[in-house]
């Protein structure tokens, strides 16, 4: 197998990630447990180290596709390791996702490992390994609403449940926006196989650009209002209510200020 072309080393987690998973245990506590004075803080801080270790996976997700898929090289760039820090684009993969929730509460991961594709044969391997990151967040965003289609909230404090509405609500983004046939994001990563050699080469310089492009696009008020629409759709199917990703991105925006209708104080 593939993974034994791989040093123990490489797949080890990286305290680097172990601790992002600690501060997102321990902020999901004092949302749980209301010990902070503004929980806004509490939900900022849970949030955005859950999205962070999100990125984590997805990345991991397309290494470890890619791994079994024949690129051997994707141990020795430490990407089996978790380590955010070991990523090609540490500001796409990291930073303007965490500042795109916070300007506009939307998830968009950016494309962070690199892949040595010539090593991979079969176009279906190419497709699989781009597929790999958002069928991730799908995962993710299944995860943080199994309590809400389940009907498991008894019990579940209002500042923890509107934190993984809009924790879910930037899962279902992220894996819808990251879908898309752009080049630059995954959804394209999953057609290219299948285009022409000559259209490859004409796209291709316009791959740095894609991220940016979908999020200015979002900005549109037309657009803005379809897409959330279509998001509202999805969370509402998984037994999310739009009132609970509002009032999790009110509590997020700490610093604005909670809205009287998201009250978890009461």
């Known amino acids: 197998m593939t993974t034994a072309t791989t040093r123990h080393g490489d797949r080890r987690i990286s305290p680097v990630f172990l601790g992002i998973l600690a501060v997102t245990a321990v902020t999901g506590w004092a949302t749980w447990t209301g010990f902070a004075e ?9 949030v955005t180290s859950a999205w962070i270790v999100s990125l984590c ?24 390791t ?9 500001l796409l993969s990291v930073v303007l996702p965490v500042l795109f929730v916070i300007m506009g509460g939307i998830g968009l991961p950016g494309g962070a490992v690199f892949i040595e594709r010539h090593r991979i044969r079969g176009r279906w391997r ?13 995962l993710f965003a299944l995860v943080c609403t199994a309590p809400f289609w389940l009907g498991a909230l008894d019990g579940v404090p209002l500042a923890f449940r509107f934190a993984l509405a809009f924790l879910a609500l930037l899962q279902v983004t992220a894996a819808i926006l990251n879908s898309l046939p752009v080049p630059g994001l995954d959804g394209y990563g999953v057609l290219e196989p299948w285009l022409s050699r000559s259209l490859r080469s004409q796209v291709e310089p316009f791959a740095p650009f894609g991220l940016l492009f979908v999020f200015a696009l979002l ?20 037994g999310v209510h739009e009132l609970e990703t509002y009032c999790g991105l009110e509590l997020f925006r700490f610093w604005q200020g909670e809205h009287e209708l998201c009250s978890v104080t009461a």
Do not use: C, M
Request: hydrophobic letters at 50%.
């Open 38 to 46: 503004q929980p806004g803080v509490a939900v900022f801080l849970f």
């Open 57 to 80: 996976l997805h990345e991991y997700a397309h290494a470890r596709t890619a791994l079994h898929s024949g690129d051997i090289s994707i141990g020795a760039k430490g990407y089996l």
């Open 82 to 90: 978790l380590n955010p820090a070991k990523y090609t684009h540490a």
């Open 126 to 138: 190419h497709s699989l390994i781009s597929a790999a990151g958002p069928l991730t967040n799908v």
């Open 219 to 238: 900005w549109v008020p037309a657009v803005n209002g379809v897409f959330f629409d279509v998001i509202d759709s999805i969370l509402s199917a998984l």
